[in-house]
């Protein structure tokens, strides 16, 4: 198994950025593709970013494309997500997810793929 750690919300002018850490636990990190979700209040869990195994394949919904980029450092254990241009609609609640599978990334955008879930960190945008 793996624990998941995130940190790095906070308040942020529209139009600034922020960058999201998510710290993972275990010797095997290098085995799971790790995605990133969002929750904003009444609303579903959205799927934000998501990157495969070794880094290589990365993939976003239209939403947050030419906006957000995702990538992992496997010797540290690490994955980012750096989040450019920050716009109201992009306060949320930010969870690290990740699971052991090495398809496509593409296909895995449904939450219910993943079994291993950080605590979430707020972003809350200002206007």
């Known amino acids: 198994q793996v624990q998941l750690v995130e940190s790095g919300g906070g308040l942020v002018q529209a139009g600034g950025s922020l960058r999201l850490s998510c710290a993972a636990s275990g010797r095997t990190f290098s085995t799971y593709a790790v995605a990133w979700f969002r929750q904003a209040p009444g609303k579903e869990r959205e799927f934000v970013a998501a990157?495969?195994?070794?880094?290589?394949?990365?993939y976003y919904p239209d939403s947050v494309k030419g906006r957000f980029t995702i990538s992992r450092d496997n010797a540290k254990n690490m994955v980012y997500v750096q989040m450019n241009n920050l716009e109201s609609e992009d306060t949320a609640v930010y969870y690290c997810?990740?699971?052991?599978?090495?398809?496509?990334?593409?296909?895995?955008?449904?939450?219910?793929?993943?079994?291993?879930w950080g605590q979430g960190t707020q972003v809350t945008v200002s206007s």
């Open positions: 997810a990740a699971d052991a599978f090495s398809g496509s990334v593409s296909r895995r955008l449904s939450p219910h793929y993943y079994n291993y």
């Open positions: 990157i495969s195994q070794g880094g290589a394949s990365t």
